[in-house]
C-alpha cells in the first residue's frame, strides 16, 4: 500500500504482482471481517435508533445482533453475500493496488515531486479507488442486498438476484448509490492511503530500531490506524449509500423494524409493508 517508490527502483515486482497482492489481500481480509460487516449492513439499514430504549428497534447491539442473526437465520447469515463480497474485494483491491501503484509512478515521472508526498498519495489514492469502484460496484449493489435480506429469503443464488434485479429494476439498479459512493471514496482512500505514509513515518520516527525490523508489525499497526481515520471522516456517505442501494428492496428487510420507502399518490409509505 505504499505505491512507487522512487528509491526502491532496483525491485523486481512487476504490475501483476502488484494487482495479485491486492487481490489477495482484499480476499483474506474480506474472510475475516465478513461477520462484522454484515452486522454493521444492518445497523445502517436500520432506522430506529440502536439503543434499548427504544422498543421498534430490533438491533442496539454488536453481541445482541450477533445472537439475535444466530437465533432467527443459523450461523450462515453472518455470510450472507459473501461471494459477491469476495469477488467485490478481490476485483477491488487489484484495480485500486494497480492504479494507485501506476499513477504515484506516473506523477513522480511526469512532474518529479516524491511519490510518497502527503497529497501526492491523496490524490492518486483517491482516484485509484474511484476507478476500482466504477469497475465493481454491480457486484457492491449484490452483496448489500444479499448481507440485508432476511429470512424468508428474497434471492436464492446470485443468479437469481442478477436476473430478478434486472427484470424488476432496470440495469441502472446495479449502479444505485454510485454518487455517494464515489463522492464518499476519494477522500477515504485518499486519507487512507495518505495517512498510511505518514504514521509508517511517524512510527519509523518514534522507534527507528524497531522500524527496520518489525516490518510486518508496522504494516499492520499503520494500516489499522489510517483505516479507522478515513473511516471515521467518510462514514456518513457510507450510510446514505448503504440505504439507496436497498431502495426497492424493502420487503426483504420487514422483520427488521420500520423501513423507509417514498410513498406513491401520497398514500401511507409502504402501505402493504407494516413495520
Known sequence: MVGYDPKADGRNISNFEVAVAGSVSGLVTRALISPLDVIKIR?????????????????????????????????????????????LSIGYGAVQFLSFEMLTELVHRASMRDARDFSVHFVCGGLSACM???????VDVLRTRF????????????????????????????YKGLNPT?????????????????????????????????G????????????????????????????????GFEQARVTFG???????????????LGT
Open 43 to 87: 445497523f445502517q439499514l436500520q432506522i430506529e435508533r440502536l439503543s434499548r430504549s427504544d422498543p421498534n428497534a430490533k438491533y442496539h447491539g454488536i453481541l445482541q445482533a450477533a445472537r439475535q442473526m444466530l437465533q432467527e437465520e443459523g450461523p450462515t447469515a453472518f455470510w450472507k453475500g459473501h461471494i459477491p463480497a469476495q469477488l
Open 132 to 138: 476500482a469502484t466504477l469497475t465493481v460496484h454491480p
Open 147 to 174: 448481507a440485508a435480506q432476511g429470512e424468508p429469503k428474497v434471492y436464492r443464488t446470485l443468479r437469481d438476484a442478477v436476473t430478478t434485479m434486472y427484470r424488476t429494476e432496470g440495469p441502472l439498479v446495479f
Open 182 to 214: 464515489l463522492i464518499a471514496i476519494f477522500p477515504y482512500a485518499g486519507f487512507q492511503f495518505s495517512f498510511y505514509n505518514s504514521l509508517k513515518h511517524m512510527y519509523e520516527w518514534v522507534m527507528p530500531a524497531e522500524g527496520k525490523k518489525n
Open 216 to 247: 510486518n508489525f508496522k504494516n499492520l499497526l499503520c494500516g489499522s490506524g489510517a483505516g479507522v481515520i478515513s473511516k471515521t471522516l467518510t462514514y456518513p456517505l457510507d450510510l446514505f449509500k448503504k440505504r439507496l442501494q436497498v431502495r
Open 258 to 272: 420500520q423501513v423507509s420507502c417514498p410513498p406513491a399518490n401520497n398514500s401511507d409509505p409502504c402501505p402493504s
